[in-house]
């Protein structure tokens, strides 16, 4: 299995421009997770899909933000406008429907806001 | 308080010692624990999941978990300079319906040569 997909791996863009992120989850998992890292905050969760659905978005900092799962192979996460502290690495990982919880990540993509 | 704790370090050990990696929890209602690896710039990468007391082993790795004292841990035995990483300690509650994994800040291991 590839594992799952993002792209594009680095995005630099310059402030109040929309950014859009891409991830292919692994083949068969029926959730998808996204995250985003900083050094001062750690790994956080964003949104989380199951089944295509959005199932908890609290973690999405504010409107600026949005998710979209149109299928079980595609999710996009999008900021628009983006600002310099979106700056962080953002995750995708994807899970089994399973008990195992287990979740697996993507290589990420790494955003930088000028 | 954060729901998982962990010692952002760094620990030093020298190679070929037990490197032990320690993480608290305070939500009761946590039952999975996982253990991920991040090499700097990687992803996080999935060493090990436990979700019984007691101990569970894979090659040079042990979880360990207590629910009564709340904590999990993982042995890295013989360490090597490639385990130097960061590692992230993370909870989950299974059976909600919740799939969401709560993490840790971190614990970055060096290991020395």
């Known amino acids: 299995d590839a594992g799952v997909i993002q792209s594009p791996r680095h995005e630099v863009t310059e402030m109040g421009q929309e950014v859009t992120l891409r991830c292919k989850p692994i083949s068969g998992h029926d959730y998808l997770f996204w995250y985003r890292q900083t050094m001062m905050r750690g790994l956080e969760l964003l949104i989380y899909f199951n089944n295509n659905v959005p199932i908890d978005d609290s973690g999405m900092p504010e409107d600026r933000f949005s998710a979209k799962m149109p299928n079980a192979s595609f999710s996009t996460l999008k900021i628009q406008p983006s600002e310099p502290r979106d700056s962080a690495v953002y995750f995708c990982?994807?899970?089994?429907?399973?008990?195992?919880?287990?979740?697996?990540f993507g290589p990420g993509t790494r955003l930088t806001v000028t | 308080q954060k729901e998982v704790e962990q010692n952002s370090g760094p620990l030093s050990v020298p190679e070929g010692a037990i490197a032990s990696l320690n993480c608290t929890y305070s939500d009761r209602g946590s039952q999975s624990f996982f253990w991920y690896r991040q090499y700097s710039g990687k992803s996080p990468e999935l060493i090990m999941f436990?979700?019984?007391?007691g101990d569970k082993e894979d090659g040079r790795f042990t979880a360990q978990l207590n629910k009564a004292s709340q904590y999990v841990s993982l042995l890295i035995r013989d360490s090597q300079p490639s385990d130097s990483a960061t590692y992230l300690c993370?909870?989950?509650?299974?059976?909600?319906?919740?799939?969401?994994?709560?993490f840790g800040s971190g614990t970055r291991l060096q290991v020395q040569p």
């Open positions: 436990i979700y019984s007391n």
């Open positions: 990982a994807s899970s089994f429907q399973g008990d195992s919880h287990e979740q697996y």
């Open positions: 993370a909870g989950a509650r299974v059976g909600t319906g919740r799939r969401a994994l709560t």
